[in-house]
């Protein structure tokens, strides 16, 4: 009797350990790793970009870009950033709102325009996610002048450098400008952060 309640005793120990493990598990799938300056520590921001991206998958983010550490250039970004996929791009805007988009075909200075029916954009401060109206078209625009646009201008970095973002609120993805700046207007952005994207 009392090797049976060692036995039994063991057992339940054993299967604690697996139902540990496996919340552990949940818990790291759950947890995006970012070293965001945009986000700071903030883990539910971090959680919410992880659940737009892939709600159920292990996803790892490496910084390739930050605005406030490489500048504004748009040669630079394209230096550090072209021909990177998937990834993310996050925003933050002179008025704090934080936004951005991912997609899983790469940024380059090819003057041309591509398409991927799985890339989003969405706001942190309206906790949102907009897909593509149109699957059948081409939303991202690649220009060697300018750097990451979204549709015509949905996220459209083609002003005169990095610092200068549009958000034009009437593209295939939005109905609404991603900013509180005026819709369409071109707006002053406090950061602006790219990642690659892996899947584990």
Same mark, same amino acid.
């Given at each position: ?32 790793? /970012?070293? !965001?300056?945009?986000? &700071?520590?903030?883990?539910?921001? +971090?959680? %919410?970009?992880?659940?737009? *991206? ?66 989003? /954009?969405? !706001?942190?401060?309206? &906790?949102?996610?907009?897909?593509? +109206?149109? %699957?059948?078209?081409?939303? *991202? ?60």
């Amino acid at each position: 009797m009392k090797q049976e309640n060692i036995q039994i005793k063991e057992q339940i120990k054993i299967l604690i350990d697996f139902k540990n493990k496996i919340e552990q598990e949940e818990e790291r799938k759950k947890n995006l790793k /970012l070293d !965001s300056s945009i986000l &700071n520590n903030e883990q539910n921001k +971090k959680n %919410k970009i992880k659940e737009f *991206i892939s709600p159920n998958q292990r996803i790892k983010a490496e910084l390739k870009y930050r605005l406030t550490r490489d500048g504004t250039s748009f040669d630079t970004f394209h230096k550090l950033c072209d021909n990177i996929a998937p990834n993310l791009l996050l925003i933050k805007d002179d008025k704090n709102n934080i936004f951005g988009g991912f997609t899983k075909v790469s940024w380059d200075k090819s003057d041309s325009q591509k398409n991927d029916i799985e890339s989003f /954009l969405f !706001s942190i401060n309206k &906790n949102k996610k907009y897909y593509q +109206k149109h %699957k059948d078209h081409k939303t *991202i625009f690649c220009y060697s002048n300018y750097g990451p646009w979204f549709w015509g201008g949905d996220i459209g970095f083609y002003s005169t450098d990095m610092s200068l973002c549009k958000s034009a609120g009437n593209g295939d993805y939005l109905d609404e400008s991603l900013s509180t700046n005026k819709a369409g207007d071109h707006f002053k952005v406090q950061e602006v952060e790219f990642y690659r994207i892996t899947f584990e």
